[in-house]
T-cell receptor, first 111, second 115 residues
Framework: EDKVVQSPLSLVVHEGDTVTLNCSYE??????LLWYKQEKKAPTFLFML????IEKKSGRLSSILDKKELFSILNITATQTGDSAIYLC???????????FGAGTQVVVTP | GAGVSQSPSNKVTEKGKDVELRCDPI?????LYWYRQSLGQGLEFLIY????????KSGLPSDRFSAERTGGSVSTLTIQRTQQEDSAVYLC???FGGGAGETQYFGPGTRLLVL
C-alpha cells in the first residue's frame, strides 16, 4: 500500500529560525513529489521534484529529493510570521492524475 | 479565469439531503481533480477527469458520490443522501495536462457541514 509520511506533525519556531520538514514515501512506480503550502483553504504550489539530488530554490525556501532513500526535505531559512501554514507533501505514482498526500506539517512562526 | 473557482464556498445541509458542488477550472486546463479534506486530516483523492472522462474514480468513498464534467470545463460533484461523516472541505484542482509532470492548482474549496 502506498504511503506518504510527513514529520514532524507540528512545530513552533521563532522568527529568523531555520526549519526542515521531512517527507518519506512508499509508492508504486514513483513519478514526482510535490510540496504545497496551505494557509487557509487552497493549497498553493511550491515545488515539484522528479530527479534526485537537484535542489530547487525559491527565495528562502528550498527542497531536495532522494529517490534512493525515498524522502524529500523542505527547508525554510530566516523564517517570518507569514511562513506560518500547513506544509503538504504529495507524490504521484501509478495513477498519473492522483496526488497522494501526507498529513501535513503545521508550522507556527512566532514574532 | 485567473484561477480555479468553486461554489458555494460554504454549504450547510441536513442529513439525508443531496448536495451539488461546482468547480470551474483554469481556462485551458484539460485535467480536473476532486479532493476531500476532513478535519485534522490530509487531502484525500476522490476522482480525476481528463477532458470529460474519468480515468480514475477510485477515491469516491461510496456510490452516494458521483461527479461529472461537461464540455471539458465545469465539473459537478454530487453527494446523495448526505451523512454527517461527509462533512469536510471539498477541494478542486486543475492542471494543463493530466500527466505526472503537470502541476495541480487548487481552488479555495467548499466547506460542507452536514447536520
Amino acid at each position: 500500500e502506498d504511503k506518504v509520511v510527513q514529520s514532524p506533525l507540528s512545530l513552533v519556531v521563532h522568527e529568523g529560525d531555520t526549519v526542515t520538514l521531512n517527507c518519506s514515501y512508499e509508492v508504486t512506480n514513483f513519478r514526482s513529489l510535490l510540496w504545497y503550502k496551505q494557509e487557509k483553504k487552497a493549497p498553493t504550489f511550491l515545488f515539484m521534484l522528479t530527479s534526485s539530488g537537484i535542489e530547487k530554490k525559491s527565495g528562502r525556501l528550498s527542497s531536495i529529493l532522494d529517490k534512493k532513500e525515498l524522502f524529500s526535505i523542505l527547508n525554510i531559512t530566516a523564517t517570518q510570521t507569514g511562513d506560518s501554514a500547513i506544509y503538504l507533501c504529495a507524490v504521484v505514482g501509478d495513477s498519473w492524475g492522483k496526488l497522494q498526500f501526507g498529513a501535513g506539517t503545521q508550522v507556527v512562526v512566532t514574532p | 479565469g485567473a484561477g480555479v473557482s468553486q461554489s458555494p464556498s460554504n454549504k450547510v445541509t441536513e442529513k439525508g439531503k443531496d448536495v451539488e458542488l461546482r468547480c470551474d477550472p483554469i481556462s485551458g486546463h484539460t485535467a480536473l481533480y476532486w479532493y476531500r479534506q476532513s478535519l485534522g486530516q490530509g487531502l484525500e483523492f476522490l476522482i480525476y477527469f481528463q477532458g470529460n472522462s474519468a480515468p480514475d474514480k477510485s477515491g469516491l468513498p461510496s456510490d452516494r458520490f458521483s461527479a461529472e464534467r461537461t464540455g471539458g470545463s465545469v465539473s459537478t460533484l454530487t453527494i446523495q443522501r448526505t451523512q454527517q461523516e461527509d462533512s469536510a472541505v471539498y477541494l478542486c484542482a486543475s492542471s494543463f495536462g493530466g500527466g505526472a509532470g503537470e502541476t495541480q492548482y487548487f481552488g479555495p474549496g467548499t466547506r460542507l457541514l452536514v447536520l
